[in-house]
């Protein structure tokens, strides 16, 4: 079982920036796959960004150039910098970790994942 925990959405103006942290705990041993994904309500989920296990990165089109992944010091902690936000980014935000897959798979799309934090809203005004 992987308990994953999202913090640090909030409200800001367009233009401004947040930063989401990310903990997957469970298997010590192992380092997931994790990535971002946001869902306005009555639409799908979609991704965000994302990394391997092996430190591949992956972004959506639209958030390229201003939303940076990354991972922290502990194993399976994860980070999404955005800046440069823009009111088409307002969503609930959620994070997703599972066991690695194979090299080079998609983790934007989802189905791959079984463990999700509880989200977090990210509102940008305008």
């Known amino acids: 079982q992987v308990h994953v925990v999202e913090s640090g959405g909030g409200s800001v103006q367009a233009g401004g920036s947040l930063l989401l942290s990310c903990e997957a705990s469970?298997?010590?041993?192992?380092?997931?796959?994790m990535a971002w994904f946001r869902q306005d309500p009555g639409k799908e989920r979609k991704g965000v960004a994302s990394?391997?296990?092996?430190?591949?990165?992956q972004y959506a089109e639209s958030v390229k150039g201003r939303f940076t992944v990354s991972r922290g010091n502990a194993k399976n902690s994860l980070y999404l910098q955005m800046d440069r936000l823009k009111p088409e980014d307002t969503a609930m935000y959620y994070c997703?970790?599972?066991?690695?897959?194979?090299?080079?798979?998609?983790?934007?799309?989802?189905?791959?994942?079984?463990?999700w934090g509880q989200g977090t809203q990210i509102t940008v005004s305008s």
């Open positions: 469970g298997d010590t041993d192992v380092i997931y796959d």
């Open positions: 990394i391997s296990h092996d430190g591949r990165t």
């Open positions: 997703a970790a599972d066991f690695p897959l194979a090299p080079g798979a998609n983790l934007l799309v989802t189905g791959w994942s079984r463990y």
